[in-house]
């Protein structure tokens, strides 16, 4: 097996379209304000012939899978889904093309494959969930409460986030590539709800960095800002989702409750080379 380099963005969308929600990373990363820090590897089912790989060009090959490593944060981000579930043996002949350490975001079963090749920490079971909607007017779940933040804010959000969200993938930069939303009391950021991935081009967005003080839980301060941000973006994309831990059963019923269904499950974990691998 062979992934061959595919930085042809229309083959890209055609292959994400398939299935929007997942591969949102696929399409958000498609936006001219991402585009720069992607590298795209396609796997087509005759790659491993001679010559293959220059016949899958000429002919404007369309991928059977897709390899996406996101380089626009300090750790670079592989996203490693399957068209229609685990890669297998395809993730593994992949294995070179990954950056030395990173984030790894697949099927349980294939991180399982990786487990030997890679040293895996922090793996996290996560579930994909889809919006489908406010299912109440969004001043009635508390959206007023809210503000957009802006690069001055930047200070208090990473004073938040490092009482609420420890470990989150915030970096300043986020907040200049996509809208956040946060309640402020006395001078004081109390809870946020930012984006991941936003592109109006692609119609896609996902949410993340959603996070209360711990102090402050239960008041349904998160629930304003998501509603707030999700208000904010709802006209301008088509498909909305997030990522959260399966086991934050507060944080499911409060998606819930904005319009949000369960999609997928999946996992994610930090890789670096394991030591016969590192040279």
């Known amino acids: 097996m062979t992934w061959i380099p595919c930085p042809h963005p229309d083959r890209i969308r055609r292959f994400a379209r398939r299935d929007p929600l997942r591969f949102a990373f696929h399409l958000g990363d498609l936006d001219p304000v991402q585009w720069e820090y992607t590298e795209w590897f396609a796997l087509a089912g005759d790659a491993g012939e001679p010559g293959a790989a220059g016949a899958f060009e000429e002919a404007g090959g369309e991928p059977d899978e897709l390899l996406l490593?996101?380089?626009?944060?300090?750790?670079?981000?592989?996203?490693?889904?399957?068209?229609?579930?685990?890669?297998?043996?395809?993730?593994?002949?992949?294995?070179?093309?990954?950056?030395?350490a990173g984030f790894l975001h697949g099927e349980r079963a294939d991180l399982?494959?990786?487990?030997?090749p890679l040293r895996l920490e922090r793996?996290?079971?996560?579930?994909?969930?889809?919006?489908r909607g406010f299912p109440a007017p969004p001043d009635t779940l508390g959206a007023g409460r809210a503000r957009r933040l802006d690069p001055a804010d930047v200070p208090g959000l990473l004073d938040l986030l490092g009482e609420a969200y420890p470990g989150t993938h915030f970096e300043p930069v986020q907040l200049l590539r996509a809208p956040a939303f946060g309640v402020e009391e006395d001078g004081r950021l109390v809870a946020?709800?930012?984006?991941?991935?936003?592109?109006?081009?692609?119609?896609?967005?996902?949410?993340?960095?959603?996070?209360?003080?711990?102090?402050r839980r239960g008041e349904g301060l998160a629930r304003a800002a998501t509603a707030a941000l999700l208000a904010h973006i709802a006209g301008g994309?088509?498909?909305?989702?997030?990522?959260?831990?399966?086991?934050?059963?507060?944080g499911r019923a409060l998606y819930r409750r904005l319009g949000f269904t369960d999609a997928f499950p999946y996992q994610e974990c930090a890789y670096s080379r394991a030591s016969r691998d590192s040279s």
């Open 123 to 131: 793996r996290a079971d996560l579930l994909r969930m889809a919006w």
């Open 112 to 116: 399982d494959l990786l487990a030997g």
């Open 192 to 215: 946020c709800a930012g984006l991941h991935v936003l592109s109006e081009a692609e119609g896609v967005a996902m949410l993340g960095n959603v996070a209360t003080r711990p102090d």
């Open 69 to 100: 490593v996101y380089r626009g944060l300090v750790t670079p981000c592989v996203q490693a889904f399957g068209r229609e579930g685990p890669l297998g043996e395809a993730l593994a002949a992949a294995l070179p093309l990954l950056p030395g």
């Open 237 to 250: 994309v088509d498909h909305v989702g997030l990522n959260v831990r399966a086991d934050n059963a507060p």
